[in-house]
């Protein structure tokens, strides 16, 4: 199985359900895609998030998509150029895990892949186009890393393998949480 086409399948399956969910509550007024500065309690990178959904005053307030069906395919592994295994056991854009055989992550690097596809001043936000390209979220945990990747493309999720990889992972696991 080719995992970049593995990878693409999975988020168009992904997209084209949150496109979905975004159009079914534009008429209502909100927004998609809006970035929040959580408590100083939160465990997202940074504390920064964007919601799948908020909508206009008095309405139902933060919606995050449950997407209703998720894209399976058989466990396989592959072998990527540096010499890291990746296994991808089940994906879901919007929730994948990869979790990884580093005793520490570097911080300066997942900063830079932050800054990169968060983008976290919006300096490349097009309030005209009909989904941001960001990811949503980024929790780091020993031994594993969170990503809701929203609406960002395939090439967010094979730099952060790249990331963890150059860092001197070996072992990389893809699932979802």
């Avoid at 998609?32 to 309690?41: I, K, N, R, T, Y």
């Avoid at 919006?122 to 969170?146: K, M, T, Y």
């Amino acid at each position: 199985m080719n995992a970049y086409d593995l990878v693409l399948r999975v988020r168009d399956h992904y997209l084209d359900q949150f496109a979905s969910f975004v159009a079914a509550r534009r008429a209502f007024g909100g927004g998609a895609e809006v970035q929040f500065m959580l408590s100083e309690h939160a465990k997202v990178f940074r504390r920064l998030y964007r919601v799948d959904w908020v909508s206009a005053p008095g309405g139902d307030g933060v919606t995050e998509l449950d997407p209703p069906s998720v894209l399976t395919f058989p466990e396989f592994s592959i072998t990527l150029d540096g010499g890291a295994e990746i296994s991808f056991i089940r994906s879901r854009w919007d929730r994948i895990v990869l979790l990884h055989d580093l005793p520490d992550l570097r911080p300066d690097r997942l900063s830079l892949w932050f800054d990169r596809w968060f983008d976290p001043n919006e300096e490349r936000l097009d309030v005209n186009a009909p989904l941001a390209g960001f990811i949503h979220s980024l929790l780091i945990e020993q031994g594993a890393v969170h990503v809701d990747f929203g609406t960002a493309p395939v090439d967010a999720f094979w730099d952060l393998v790249d990331v963890l990889a150059a860092d001197g992972a070996t072992v990389l696991r893809c699932c979802d949480s």
